[in-house]
C-alpha cells in the first residue's frame, strides 16, 4: 500500500510552477504518484515509503520553491 504525504511549498504561482513540481517530486525514489494545488500551495505524494524532510528538501532546492513543511 502506498503511503500518502502532504507537502507544503512556497513560491508556485501557476499550471507551470505545478508542472514543475510535479516532475521534480516524481523523480523521487520510491514516488508513483504526484499531485500539486499550486493555489493551496501543497502536493499530495503517493510513495512506496514515507519520504524525509531532507529528500524533500534537497528536491526542491534545485528549483525556485522551497519546502515548508509536511503534513
Do not use: D, H
Amino acid at each position: 500500500m502506498l503511503k500518502k504525504q502532504i507537502v507544503n511549498i512556497e513560491g508556485m504561482m501557476c499550471e507551470g510552477c505545478a508542472r514543475t513540481v510535479t516532475s521534480v517530486l516524481e523523480a523521487l525514489p520510491g514516488v508513483k504518484k504526484v499531485r500539486v494545488s499550486y493555489q493551496k500551495g501543497i502536493a499530495e505524494v503517493k510513495a512506496e515509503a514515507p519520504l524525509s524532510e531532507e529528500e524533500y528538501k534537497k528536491a526542491l532546492g534545485e528549483t525556485r520553491f522551497k519546502f515548508v513543511s509536511l503534513k
